[in-house]
């Protein structure tokens, strides 16, 4: 099949039966608000790919620590956040020069909100956002545990974990109390101390026991089925501060996305150019589809707090399927949205909701620049009514 031809097929399942029409609760650390998120005709966003290049000094240039300019050992993962900073000042702009005057030691690659796209920090660079320290770079190990499925069931038992009801060779993150530079005790994992103080009467050296200490993050463990028929691990450790059992490489193996939720944004179209970022940048380091990751999977945090509240989460991963798959297909190919419809935008954005229910209608032409072969695809959607 030609590419036209998949692409086609593709616009075809993207197309939305019924457009998202929401009201979501956005989380901001000065004030929470509601906003009728209106969505798209299509999961795939029919809107150009922009990036402002914003490259933040490096430390030895400034006075700033958030830039060290070390090299990643390899990029493992793209991180999604959103800033919970819902003042109607807190835009991309706004946290691209955040983050160029030192971002109070936190950096982070792109800020992403409907006001564009900006870049901080060079894809191949470590940055400070995903809250997993510097302590562990990214590896895998061998489980011992051979499968055929590739997202098995990950517990702990007794210490270890165990993969698909089976004990693998792998114990669970030790987590202790140290003797921090403050004279105070912290929590430690495997020897890695955290900022976060024991509790009273914790004793050095001693086992932390608690309730939490056994509790996966939600997005769950890291886990490869091997070319060999093994089940490899990446490292994890427990996040303290959160109380989850979290997974390394966050801030050392992955790109960070910060995405907007200012009042007055619009949300969708956030969502929908991060999805496309998403996908520049699974395409340009070689990542499939679940290398994207909440920042939530690195520390148990949660972030994006919007999205996941919202239970939009897979709604974004099914964006970045679609403008994935597309961009892989695209070199060559000219996409052109046509619509007369008065309820959307020109790349299919819903911008007014009628009264009653509606359907729009709207074709895709998809063409091959060097044969200039087309395909013209004619596709509708309904919006419900207010
Ligand atoms: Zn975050």
């Known amino acids: 099949m030609k590419n036209i031809e998949k692409i086609a097929n593709l616009l075809k399942e993207a197309n939305e039966k019924k457009v998202i029409v929401q009201d979501v609760e956005v989380f901001g650390y000065q004030f929470n608000y509601n906003v009728k998120v209106l969505g798209s005709v299509s999961k795939y966003w029919f809107g150009k790919h922009e990036v402002i290049e914003y490259i933040a000094p490096l430390n030895s240039e400034s006075?700033?620590?958030?830039?060290?300019?070390?090299?990643?050992?390899?990029?493992?993962?793209?991180?999604?956040?959103?800033t919970a900073s819902a003042a109607e000042t807190a835009n991309s702009l706004a946290h691209a020069k955040y983050v160029s005057n030192g971002g109070g030691g936190t950096s982070w690659h792109y800020s992403s909100g409907s006001d564009g796209i900006y870049h901080q920090i060079p894809d191949d660079?470590?940055?400070?956002?995903?809250?997993?320290?510097?302590?562990?770079?990214?590896?895998?190990?061998?489980?011992?545990?051979?499968?055929?499925?590739?997202?098995?069931?990950?517990?702990?038992?007794?210490?270890?974990?165990?993969?698909?009801?089976?004990?693998?060779?792998?114990?669970?993150?030790?987590?202790?109390?140290?003797?921090?530079?403050?004279?105070n005790l912290h929590y430690a994992?495997?020897?890695?101390?955290?900022?976060?103080?024991?509790?009273?009467?914790?004793?050095?050296?001693?086992?932390?026991?608690?309730?939490?200490?056994?509790?996966?993050?939600?997005?769950?463990?890291?886990?490869?089925?091997g070319e060999d028929g093994y089940y490899y691990m990446g490292p994890t450790y427990y996040n303290a501060g959160f109380g989850y059992i979290s997974n390394r490489g966050g801030?050392?193996?992955s790109i960070?996305?910060?995405?907007?939720?200012?009042?007055?944004?619009?949300?969708?179209?956030?969502?929908?150019?991060?999805?496309?970022?998403?996908?520049?940048?699974?395409?340009?380091?070689?990542?499939?589809?679940?290398?994207?990751?909440?920042?939530?999977?690195?520390?148990?945090?949660?972030?994006p707090e919007t999205m996941r509240h919202a239970k939009l989460w897979d709604n974004f991963i099914e964006l970045v399927k679609f403008e994935y798959e597309i961009l892989l297909l695209s070199d060559g190919v000219e996409i052109e949205?046509?619509?007369?419809?008065?309820?959307?935008?020109?790349?299919?954005?819903?911008i007014t909701l009628p009264s009653s229910d509606t359907v729009i209608d709207y074709s895709v032409v998809i063409k091959d620049i060097n044969t200039k072969e087309e395909i013209k695809v004619d596709l509708k959607t309904v919006v419900e009514g207010e």
């Open 63 to 82: 006075n700033n620590d958030n830039r060290p300019g070390t090299k990643k050992t390899s990029t493992q993962y793209v991180v999604v956040h959103d």
């Open 125 to 183: 660079e470590v940055a400070y956002h995903a809250g997993d320290a510097l302590v562990v770079p990214f590896s895998l190990t061998n489980t011992g545990i051979k499968g055929k499925i590739t997202n098995p069931k990950v517990e702990i038992k007794n210490g270890y974990y165990y993969i698909n009801d089976e004990k693998s060779l792998i114990k669970s993150p030790k987590i202790t109390f140290m003797l921090g530079e403050d004279k």
């Open 189 to 225: 994992s495997d020897g890695f101390i955290q900022s976060r103080k024991a509790p009273e009467g914790a004793k050095e050296g001693e086992e932390f026991l608690g309730d939490n200490s056994r509790r996966i993050n939600e997005q769950g463990i890291r886990i490869d089925l």
């Open 251 to 253: 801030n050392l193996n």
């Open 256 to 303: 960070g996305i910060e995405t907007m939720v200012n009042k007055g944004s619009d949300l969708y179209l956030t969502w929908q150019k991060t999805a496309k970022l998403v996908a520049h940048l699974l395409k340009d380091n070689n990542l499939n589809l679940d290398r994207v990751k909440q920042h939530h999977f690195f520390s148990g945090k949660d972030c």
């Open 337 to 350: 949205f046509i619509s007369n419809s008065n309820l959307i935008d020109k790349t299919g954005r819903v």
